[in-house]
């Protein structure tokens, strides 16, 4: 299985941005899927989730912020992102919940203030 997150950048702050995160398999079939991000300070944490029936949930820090859906039809997830901060910058990931499958490179999102 292979999950290829695309669609980061360098926005300002107060800037948007849509990622999105296509399968290779059937996506419905991955059940619950999250997106993750990492930082050096952090490490990697889980942002956003959501269910293979389309229930949502959010880390504190992003919520009301950044929206997590899903296109089955498509075998992609997209996480929304609005009214970014300095402090989002980060590399963005996209895997099952509970992570499952490889990571790999991601996508690099750089919030300038």
């Known amino acids: 299985v292979q999950l290829q997150a695309s669609g980061g950048g360098v926005v300002q702050t107060g800037g948007s941005l849509r990622l999105s995160c296509v399968a290779s398999v059937n996506l419905f079939s991955l059940d619950t899927m999250g997106w993750y991000r990492h930082t050096p300070a952090k490490g990697r944490e889980a942002i956003a989730v959501i269910s293979a029936a389309g229930r949502t949930s959010y880390l504190d820090s992003v919520k009301g912020r950044f929206t997590i859906s899903r296109d089955n039809a498509k075998n992609t997830v997209f996480l929304q992102m609005n009214n970014l901060k300095p402090e989002d910058t980060a590399t963005y990931y996209c895997?099952?919940?509970?992570?499952?499958?490889?990571w790999g490179p991601g996508t690099q999102v750089t919030v300038s203030s």
């Open positions: 895997n099952q919940q509970p992570p499952l499958r490889d």
